[in-house]
Each structure stands twice: as structure tokens, then as C-alpha cells.
């Protein structure tokens, strides 16, 4: 059976279609249930991240046959009306398998080399595996790309320098503010990647960081008890907001979380 993908991503069309086709995590695996049922694909894994949402599949079915019909079960799951071209990618065999590896390997990410998007890919692909929605074909493929992508990172200076979303707003911070040290900072999200960025706020010297996610869940951050910190909660951030200098935000989910207005309207 080939291996098949569709897929939208930061390099083909903006956040604000990407969240248009979003899959919430606990809707993955009722999503390809569906998929399977409905006999588009025998086996199948869909990644959704903020960067990228793409379905993987595998099917006895002619491949131009199966993306298409992929395509459309993606526009009736997310009840999509607009049109689609450019913006939406469809790769056959072999080029669906080189692009699983590159983006494994991080080099189909928005920071080339980053190592976030090898953990989504995992969780992504156990995901699918614990429903028992893989088989030989997708087993293989995806065992192989983390095992790919974990000799690029050994063997390669691909991760040298700054390998994370979260690295390079601190540096570019940096530049802002040409230097973090005494600074207030403000990190909006509660997930990995606000972690990883208030560690890397702590090691270039930051007073205090204040995180603010959609719910106020104590502790989920680990790195914040190691500076003085506050949590708040969605309602309070723009105050918060007009009272920092700096910010970086984060989320798992593609929503907007704060919008511009002037420093002066934050009440």
C-alpha cells in the first residue's frame, strides 16, 4: 500500500486558514475512525500543530484516488467552504515519505532544526497507534523517520545555535532590549515550549516572569518557581500586558489569544 499525505503548513498558507482545519486532540481519534469507516484509508495518523496540520495515510486504493478523497473528508471535518489550491499540499510515494523524514528531522519547520516538532510528530503517531490506526506501512514509515531524525541530530550541527521557537524570541528580545537582565516578562501559555522560553529567559538574567494562560493551573510551567513569578488568567492579560515590556506568546491552540489595542485602553 502507498504512503499518501495532504497537508497545510506555515510554508503554504497563514495561521488564519491552518486554524480553520485545526483537529483538537481528543477529536484525532474519533476523526480517523471516521476516515477508515469510510473507507479512504486502512491505516492513517493526523498531526495538527499550529505550523501544520497534515493527515498520513496509507491505502490499497490508487493514490490519486486516495488524496482526493482525503481532501474532501478534510474539508467536510472542518466544515471548509473557501477554495483550496496552492494552499494545500498532496504527495505521493516517494515524495510523502521524504517529507515525513524532513519534517522528523526538523527541516520543514519554522526554525530549521527545532526539536519541538519531533515530539508532536511522536504523540501524534502514538496516538494513532493506541486506537489501532496503523499497520505495517505507517508503523514502519514513522519508526524509521524518528529513528532518522535522531541520527541527523547526533551526527549533525543541525540543533547548533538556537533550535526552538522559544530560543529565538529570547534572542530576538535581546536585540530589542539589548539586554533581558532586571526585566519583567510576560509569557502567554502554560505548555513545553512556554517552559523551554522561560528557562531561556532565566539564563539571560530576567527579574520575574509572569505566566498567563487560558486557565490558571498552578505549577504546570516547571521553570517559573525558579524566579519570582505570578500566574493570570486570560482576563487579567491585558493589564499585565500594558505593565511588561516584554512578552512572548505561546499556545497549543490556534486561537487568537490577545488582541493589539493601545497601552493606554488596557483596564
Request: proline share 4%.
Amino acid at each position: 500500500m502507498p504512503i499518501v499525505v495532504i497537508g497545510l503548513s506555515h510554508r503554504t498558507c497563514p495561521v488564519e486558514l491552518r486554524e480553520q482545519f485545526a483537529f483538537p486532540e481528543p477529536k484525532i481519534p474519533e476523526a480517523i475512525q471516521k476516515l477508515r469507516a469510510e473507507g479512504v484509508a486502512e491505516e492513517a495518523v493526523i498531526v495538527s500543530t499550529c505550523n501544520r496540520v497534515e493527515i498520513y495515510a496509507a491505502s490499497a486504493s490508487a493514490s490519486r484516488d486516495t488524496l482526493e478523497a482525503l481532501q474532501q473528508f478534510l474539508v467536510d471535518w472542518c466544515a471548509y467552504r473557501g477554495p483550496l489550491n496552492d494552499e494545500i499540499y498532496r504527495l505521493n510515494e516517494p515524495d510523502s515519505v521524504e517529507h515525513l523524514f524532513q519534517v522528523a528531522c526538523g527541516l520543514d519547520s519554522l526554525v530549521l532544526g527545532e526539536t519541538e516538532i519531533l515530539g508532536q510528530l511522536k504523540k501524534s503517531y502514538d496516538l494513532a497507534l493506541q486506537h489501532k490506526h496503523t499497520g505495517s506501512r505507517l508503523n514502519k514509515a514513522f519508526q524509521r523517520a524518528f529513528n532518522v531524525a535522531k541520527q541527523i541530530r547526533t551526527e549533525t550541527n543541525i540543533q547548533r545555535g538556537s533550535v526552538s521557537v522559544g530560543s529565538v524570541a529570547v534572542e530576538l528580545a535581546e536585540k530589542i532590549f539589548e539586554s533581558l537582565r532586571d526585566r519583567q516578562v510576560m509569557v502567554i501559555g502554560a505548555g513545553d515550549t512556554s517552559e523551554k522560553t522561560a528557562r531561556a529567559l532565566l539564563s539571560r538574567g530576567a527579574q520575574s516572569i509572569i505566566v498567563a494562560a487560558l486557565h490558571s493551573r498552578p505549577g504546570q510551567t516547571g521553570a517559573a518557581h525558579e524566579a519570582p513569578q505570578k500566574s493570570a488568567v486570560a482576563a487579567d492579560r491585558h493589564r499585565g500586558a500594558a505593565r511588561h515590556r516584554a512578552g512572548s506568546q505561546f499556545s497549543g491552540k490556534c486561537l487568537p489569544l490577545q488582541h493589539r489595542r493601545p497601552a493606554g485602553d488596557c483596564r
